[in-house]
């Protein structure tokens, strides 16, 4: 153990950093998305205890919800790399100003595309879906609907909470992590066991959870007001501020539209297979997101380390930070895959899966999760290092290409023409992931990102 903490104190600690503080920040962000991840197994759980029905809708529609989620999303992680630049530079004004104009601009992205999803909800679930059963098309709308209401709190919340992961306060990520995963597992349980409200019950516990979220977001960041921030911020757009997040948050906000789509397209033709096996495809994606926690808590570790040295103007730190990060991440994700994938047994226990789902769930999880440690890393760390670094453009023409190519391409290809079902889809998840590491592998080599 000692020679392993020596050899990591080597890699990781410079001027700009040290290994304990990077250790105690991965550690923090890991239970932040483990929090993240447990909770939303649990509750979809939850939903599938009403039956395959009400969980086969809610994975209909999410291509669509997160959508429109992901465009204030990327927003505010292009605030948060402004943000995190302007700590590397010392400068508090603009980190002021950067905090409440990427919180006021997702607000009011949110609002207007909350208001479209809302009023279209119906034809878009008809016109999406024209083969599915009547039942599916009722929950699916109603469920829609509640989440569009849900996405105006959430956005301010976000944005809040990657503001203060890219000022390196994971503490505060983590408690506003706790209280909103917590309050939502809660009203899940209060609504939709307790009421038996069933997919209504889960879209309300999303917007009560939510509204809290917002609410203790707002209070946490003016009690901690390290840097002054008003109210007033919120409204306040400077353009250059303005140039500089939508500079990098439009190419992200792009590249999630036009991946949602091909999702979307992936959700459409998937659609073909039977209740059994969309609810299969859901609680394993559900399941691979637990497998994704350390990996996520990699990924906003190099957001903020990376961002934080190209801020400072120190881009030998920041090509160093991104080679060492993706090293230790190749070994953070197989000790990942070695603990979890053991467990997958009593994980499955929280579902009513049948016999023949947890065989298909079975199956999609060795496609991905023995992969991960190989591939994983380069095509998905890389991404948010040449992102920070205001690479957008061609981070984002490779993540729409790969799945073109991969889930859209290939995985309908294995899917329904060759008649693999599920297991189709997860093989070219795979070959995603490997397109875009190879992609990426190649620019961070030639070193053109240093001058965007």
């Given amino acids: 153990m000692k020679s392993l903490n020596a050899r990591l104190n080597g890699l990781l600690t410079t001027d700009q950093f040290t290994y ?73 004004l ?40 009547p039942l599916l098309i009722i929950y699916a709308v109603r ?40 309050s939502h597992l809660l009203l899940s349980l209060l609504f939709i066991n307790g009421l038996g409200l069933g997919v209504t019950g889960s879209g309300l516990s999303y917007i009560v959870a939510r509204v809290l979220g917002m609410a203790l977001a707002l209070f946490w960041l003016f009690r901690h007001n390290l840097y002054h921030v008003r109210a007033a911020d919120f409204f306040h757009f400077n353009p250059a501020v303005t140039r500089e997040i939508t500079a990098l948050g439009i190419p992200m906000a792009v590249e999630s539209l036009l991946m949602q789509g091909g999702m979307l397209l992936v959700q459409v033709y998937l659609a073909r297979l039977t209740t059994t096996d969309l609810a299969a495809h859901a609680v394993a994606n559900s399941l691979l997101n637990l497998y994704n926690t350390t990996a996520s808590a990699m990924t ?14 120190r881009y030998d730190l920041t090509e160093q930070y991104s080679r060492n990060i993706i090293r230790v991440g190749r070994f953070v994700l197989l000790g990942t895959v070695l603990i979890l ?4 047994p009593l994980l499955l226990r929280l579902y009513h899966a049948t016999e023949q789902g ?79 590491a190879i992609a990426l592998r190649i620019r961070f080599h030639g070193k053109g990102w240093m001058h965007q």
Wanted: hydrophobic share 55%; with cysteine; net charge positive.
């Fill in 20 to 92: 304990p503080q990077l250790r105690s920040m991965f550690f923090t962000l890991t239970l932040d998305q483990f929090f993240i991840c447990f909770i939303s197994l649990l509750s979809t759980a939850l939903v599938s205890s009403v039956g395959e029905a009400a969980i086969a809708a809610v994975s209909m529609v999410s291509t669509v919800n997160g959508m429109v989620s992901l465009v204030f999303t990327s927003l505010a992680t292009g605030g948060s790399i402004v943000v995190s630049r302007a700590k590397g530079s010392g400068d508090a």
């Fill in 94 to 133: 603009e980190i002021r100003r950067a905090i409440g104009e990427v919180t006021g601009l997702c607000a009011a992205v949110s609002l207007t595309l909350s208001v479209l999803l809302f009023a279209a909800s119906d034809p878009l679930v008809r016109l999406l879906y024209p083969k599915v059963e």
């Fill in 143 to 182: 469920y829609m609907r509640m989440m569009a209401i849900s996405f105006i709190p959430f956005s301010v919340f976000n944005a809040i909470f990657c503001i203060f992961r890219s000022l390196g306060d994971t503490r505060s990520s983590l408690l506003l992590t706790v209280v909103i995963n917590a």
């Fill in 300 to 313: 906003a570790l190099t957001a903020t380390v990376c961002g934080q040295c190209f801020g400072a103007h």
């Fill in 341 to 344: 994938y053991p467990l997958t």
């Fill in 358 to 436: 947890t065989a298909i769930i079975y199956t999609a999880l060795r496609i991905a999760v023995f992969s991960m440690p190989l591939i994983w890393c380069d095509g998905n760390l890389l991404t948010m290092v040449l992102r920070v670094t205001g690479d957008t453009v061609f981070v984002s023409t490779v993540s729409v290409l790969a799945l073109a190519l991969g889930r859209c391409a290939l995985g309908y290809t294995l899917t329904i023409p060759l008649g693999l079902g599920v297991p189709g889809i997860w093989i070219a998840l795979v070959f995603e992931w490997l397109l875009r």
